[in-house]
């Protein structure tokens, strides 16, 4: 186990460039699936979640070569539809090798999937989607194994469908937009999600052959092909780093250039960054984000895109910290996603957590009401401006990871993060590239090992 070591107080600048999409590097491995041919993925992040999951397509029996920051996926030699156990617990994202394992073979088994075990992240909407195009799959307790197949054994082993979404979901819309490429007939999907990152994985498949098209905002239509060939493709920045070190700027009082960041992509982080006194110039370059002074409380509720994400609601917590005012951030997309303000708390943080008044859960919340419980709570206040001082934290997930570092930058002393290894499912080098800013971080083993 490793643990960072971070003295806090320093301004951060200088320019720096983010890693590919961690969002869309995961779902173009497991989409190179769907074809014997090669298929090139270029600005590939080096996080322990691109590795795992290499090392699946591998156990299965393709080949991988990876060069730099390009890896080489051929899944021509496919000898198992057996998913490792052990492996595939590491990443939730393994559930998703059911859809080129059913379209090209018609059978799968696949570990109930692991990853952050942040709420309970229902997986049942995607195994209703794959029974919709012809999956029979059953789950088995006893093994935690889902075993699929399909009931018509021939050339398209899946068939066309329309599904509709009981709720967003960004993976079960891929899911099913991979398994449906090769499926016969067409294929709709209704109430789909909008992300960036799924629209990214379109192109993708579309270069490889697929015949996919957004016909309307939340709808999706998928024209089966008998077979997908090989090409290369170039995954886009991630946008959850460039927020991160878009907030990283402002709570050092520093000045960052994120070279290759857009603004189409973070629209409502930015326009909520501005109220809260954040600065940002967008160049042809990418965008440089600085501190104007004085910050002001802003409230946010998370939701799907084009919404205010989940995965950005963490760090700007530790942005409220630091701003004049009462602050509210509203969870609505996942149950328990709070684990991380205790720890802000420690710092010096002043939060409450509450439960808002809502007229109707079921319909507001994008989570499965029946995976609530009355020890969650859906919101939080934070009182600031706060300041911040050195504490012992620990990561619950990968966003609190960030979140926990952050704070630690703005913090006074001398900070120890344990549990990094949740940070490295999603950032790569993290603490490098903090250094080249001017960060004093420093990486080391724990001696009560």
């Not at 439960?355 to 995976?371: E, L």
């Not at 290894?421 to 080249?436: I, V």
Request: proline share 3%; charged share 25%; with cysteine.
């Amino acid at each position: 186990m490793e643990k960072f070591i971070i003295n806090g107080g320093k301004k951060l600048t200088g320019s720096m460039q983010v890693s590919g999409a961690k969002n869309v590097a995961l779902k173009a491995l497991v989409a190179a699936c769907l074809t014997e041919d090669e298929i090139i993925i270029e600005n590939v992040p080096f996080i322990s979640d691109f590795f795992v999951m290499v090392d699946l397509i591998r156990e299965m029996g393709g080949t991988v070569r990876i060069e730099d920051h390009t890896v080489f996926v051929r899944a021509s030699n496919i000898q198992k539809t057996k998913i490792s156990f052990e492996k595939s617990a590491e990443i939730r994202s393994s559930l998703m090798l059911l859809a080129p394992l059913l379209a090209r073979f018609g059978k799968a088994e696949v570990p109930n999937p692991g990853g952050c075990r942040i709420g309970a992240r229902p997986i049942d909407r995607i195994i209703e989607g794959l029974k919709k195009l012809g999956a029979e799959i059953k789950y088995k307790s006893t093994d935690g194994y889902f075993y699929a197949k399909t009931l018509t054994p021939q050339k398209h082993f899946l068939q066309g469908t329309e599904y509709s979404f009981e709720k967003n979901t960004h993976t079960g819309t891929e899911t099913l937009i991979i398994a449906a490429s090769l499926a016969k007939g067409k294929t709709v999907l209704k109430n789909a999600a909008q992300e960036p990152e799924v629209d990214e994985l379109i192109d993708l498949l579309n270069t490889m052959g697929a015949k996919i098209k957004r016909i309307k905002e939340k709808i999706i239509e998928i024209n089966g092909v008998d077979k997908l060939h090989g090409c290369r493709f170039r995954i886009k920045p991630d946008r959850n780093e460039v927020v991160t070190f878009a907030i990283a700027a402002v709570v050092t009082n520093g000045d960052i250039f994120v070279f290759d960041a857009r603004k189409e992509s973070i629209k409502e982080f930015l326009e909520n960054f501005v109220k809260a006194g954040g600065g940002y110039e967008e160049t042809d370059e990418g965008i440089r984000f600085y501190s104007k002074g004085n910050l002001v409380a802003v409230n946010i509720t998370t939701g799907s895109y084009p919404g205010f994400m989940t995965d950005w609601q963490a760090p700007w917590a530790v942005l409220m910290t630091k701003a004049k005012g009462q602050a509210v951030i509203h969870e609505t997309v996942y149950e328990s996603r709070f684990g991380y303000a205790k720890e802000l708390q420690k710092m010096g943080a002043k939060i409450d957590f509450f439960n808002p008044d809502v007229a109707d859960p079921q319909s507001f919340y994008n989570f499965n009401i029946s995976d609530d419980r009355k020890d969650l709570y859906h919101a939080i206040k934070i009182h600031g401006p706060a300041r911040l001082h050195n504490a012992v934290t620990f990561i619950s997930d990968l966003r609190a990871g960030a979140t926990l570092v952050l704070a630690a930058l703005a913090a006074k002393g001398e900070s120890v993060i344990f549990g990094i290894e949740h940070l490295d499912r999603g950032y790569e080098r993290f603490e490098k590239r903090l250094q080249d800013l001017g960060a004093d971080i420093k990486r080391v083993k724990d001696e009560n090992e």
